[in-house]
């Protein structure tokens, strides 16, 4: 059995656990902390080295979800996170203190490649849109189950600000919105991205994905759009992923 640990910083909770790669699922207890405050580099990578060692896991190959844009390693924003990390080598940073075998990138495209592997999905082809709605709006796109990394749909321009700010799980509560506002909002920015985009299907995913028949019927594209499987395991398991399959392509195939 191949075991990695999947690791998925978010603004409120970094979490972590040891997933199988043939079930994608959690083989240990899920591990949380809450995203220190602030949450700066030196706080964040503290809370990793913890769930690493919890999992006496110390060596071993992990994946980390980090919800910036990641280019070569690199944190190119920080929407919810401290602006510190803009600019920051967090692959170097990892690989430096905890093993060379880490793979970095973004938690919607982590939590992405978890749906198109494990989830429901039967038909790959096409153009398919997940978005995760938490305390930010994330997007992954692929194009016949190959990802295009780093795109920011939660970053639309959107009323008097970006799409995320009214149409995030955040927004919903802090603006302690129905079910009927918060999903209107939320119908006109994946209107927006359909039109733009053409996908064939969307996958909504993040915590929320369980409540998907509250919101539903506010969704004038329901006819292609399905709720996420792996709910909020989806960026720990995709984060795992990641890193098995760079340990896949590179020739080192890993058994505990
Ligand atoms: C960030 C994205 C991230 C998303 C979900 C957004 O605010 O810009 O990079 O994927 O939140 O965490």
Redesign the pocket.
């Given at each position: 059995m191949d075991k990695v640990l999947g690791i998925d910083v978010?603004?409120t909770g970094i979490k972590g656990a040891i997933v199988d790669i043939t079930e994608g699922d959690f083989v240990s207890e899920r591990i949380k902390y809450p995203t220190p405050k602030p949450a700066s580099i030196e706080n964040v990578l503290d809370v990793i080295g913890k769930i690493i060692r919890d999992h006496k896991w110390e060596g071993k190959p992990f994946g980390v979800g980090f919800?910036?844009?990641i280019k070569g390693g690199i944190c190119h924003?920080a929407?919810?996170i401290d602006d510190s990390w803009i600019g920051f080598n967090l692959l170097q940073a990892l690989r430096q203190r905890y093993t060379q075998n880490v793979v970095l990138i973004?938690?919607?495209d982590a939590a992405g490649y978890a749906e198109l592997e494990y989830g429901s999905l039967v038909d790959k082809q096409g153009i398919v849109i997940l978005l995760?709605l938490?305390?930010?709006?994330?997007s992954a796109v692929f194009h016949n189950g190959i990802l295009m990394p780093n795109t920011?749909f939660?970053?639309l321009k959107y009323k008097k600000s970006v799409a995320?700010k009214y149409a995030s799980n955040k927004a919903r509560e802090d603006k302690d919105l129905s079910w009927k506002e918060w999903g209107k909002e939320l119908d006109a920015v994946i209107d927006h991205i359909d039109f733009v985009f053409n996908p064939d299907l969307f996958i909504l995913g993040g915590g929320i994905s369980k409540k998907y028949h509250k919101y539903s019927e506010f969704l004038t594209l329901r006819h292609k759009i399905v709720p996420a499987k792996l709910l909020n395991k989806a960026g720990i398991v995709g984060a795992a992923l990641a890193m098995h399959k760079e340990l896949m392509e590179k020739g080192i195939l890993h058994n505990v």
């Open positions: 978010g603004a919800p910036s844009v924003t929407s919810n973004n938690d919607a995760t938490g305390t930010g709006i994330g920011e939660g970053h995320e």
